[in-house]
């Protein structure tokens, strides 16, 4: 009955590998977001879609690519991995505009780059 | 911009009442967030304040004041499960509806 689910949990892997990160919300929810918490505990909005759109998208390197094959599923592809995408990422999701406005975050993927 | 600030670091005793304080400056304003991540876990909604005033839910209360920028969450009779941190974010009325900022949080200590 999770809400927000991610997999993997933990991502070990070495500089200028490439990976993935799935994300998957059973809540329907129309809007999906991926986060990044740095070492510092900073919370930090990277990209969003609305219904498979791209509606979000901060100033992120194009090494990252995130992909919505359909609403309820936001994965995210990280392309030649450097010291620096250490951190744990949190997909997150929300109905926007249905009166509920809070978004409900996934349990994070911690992801380190040797 | 954007510009969000709260304590880095606070601690309060089991049974006390602790207020954490929030101010921002944005373009626009659309409603403030407070949600609460244990360490290790991910951030949970406590609650969202658009226009001003204290709201309360159960333990805890959000109070926003909107002229000011400023808000608080005000936790009662503290438990040391409420060691975590809390994040301050704000929705600003420029962007898409869909965009939150989050300020860097406050690690809040239970001590017994």
Not at chain 1, 6 to 30: A, R, W
Not at chain 2, 21 to 43: I, K, R
Not at chain 2, 48 to 77: A, I, P
Request: glycine fraction near 8%; charge should be positive.
């Amino acid at each position: 009955d999770t809400a927000v689910s991610q997999t993997p949990k933990y991502l070990v892997t070495q500089m200028g590998n490439d990976k993935s990160i799935k994300c998957e919300q059973n809540l329907g929810h129309d809007t999906m977001y991926w986060y990044k918490q740095d070492s510092k505990k900073f919370l930090k909005i990277m990209f969003s879609y609305n219904n498979k759109e791209l509606i979000i998208n901060e100033t992120v390197p194009n090494r990252f690519s995130p992909k919505s094959p359909d609403k309820a599923h936001l994965n995210l592809h990280i392309n030649s991995l450097e010291l620096g995408d250490s951190a744990v990422y949190f997909c997150a999701s929300s109905q926007v505009g249905g009166g509920r406005v809070e978004q409900f975050f996934g349990p994070g993927t911690r992801l380190t780059v040797l | 911009g954007q510009n969000i600030d709260q304590p880095t670091e606070m601690t309060a005793t089991e049974g006390a009442i602790v207020q954490i304080n929030c101010t921002y400056q944005t373009s626009g304003f659309n409603g403030l967030f407070w949600y609460q991540q244990h360490a290790g876990e991910a951030p949970t909604f406590l609650s969202y304040n658009v226009l001003d005033g204290l709201e309360e839910k159960g333990r805890f209360s959000s109070f926003l004041s909107r002229s000011k920028g400023y808000s608080y969450l005000l936790l009662k009779e503290l438990q040391m499960k409420d060691s975590a941190s809390y994040l301050c974010a704000v929705r600003d009325r420029y962007s898409s509806a869909s965009k939150i900022i989050f300020g860097s949080g406050t690690r809040l200590s239970i001590r017994p």
